[in-house]
């Protein structure tokens, strides 16, 4: 076994997109380290996000520090600024694509039991997650199951895991 090259890489994730089918979308709800939006935007780009919504927040993918850590992965993620959650909100249902929360809540399900194909993830704060107006707003609430001792993960952790899972889900055998 050895590592792929250039175009062993390109030819696997080839398949996989193939091998995907429905749409995701993230809103983030005032996020505010450039660290974690960085590393978000750099997960989005690897999992194919097909829009990223950036709401009531103070930084955007053009601030430096961002940058450094997205390292230019900003350029294959669309990416819309909205002053306001509400804002962003009504772009989300123009798309007709449903607006499912992360977060740790009474009556949240947990994200493997869910089946999302074409869905906006909603991801809040670092510290006071979803604002109760986007929680209001959101046809569902999900979460991460966690085993440990720790309440709750790093916001770009979270979403990383819970791409993954969302992209999980729509993955298709192969032909």
């Not at 660290?35 to 103070?58: C, K, M, Q």
């Not at 900003?74 to 990416?79: A, L």
């Not at 916001?155 to 899972?165: H, N």
């Amino acid at each position: 076994m050895k590592q792929l090259d250039g175009t062993g890489m390109k030819r696997l994730h080839r398949d996989w997109r193939r091998r995907t089918e429905g749409r995701v979308s993230l809103l983030l709800e005032s996020i505010a380290s450039p660290w974690n939006l960085g590393s978000i935007i750099r997960t989005a780009a690897a999992y194919r996000v097909d829009h990223l919504w950036i709401a009531a927040a103070d930084i955007d993918p053009t601030n430096d520090k961002v940058g450094r850590t997205a390292l230019g992965t900003d350029r294959y993620v669309p990416w819309t600024a909205s002053e306001t959650v509400a804002q962003a909100i009504a772009e989300i249902r123009a798309t007709g694509t449903a607006l499912v929360g992360l977060e740790l809540a009474d009556d949240a399900t947990p994200l493997h039991q869910t089946s999302l194909d074409d869905v906006c993830l909603a991801i809040g704060h670092e510290d006071r997650g979803l604002s109760k107006t986007l929680l209001a707003e959101c046809d569902g609430v999900v979460f991460l199951p966690q085993l440990g001792k720790i309440g709750s993960l790093n916001v770009a952790s979270a979403t990383s895991i819970a791409l993954y899972e969302l992209r999980r889900q729509q993955w298709t055998d192969p032909a």
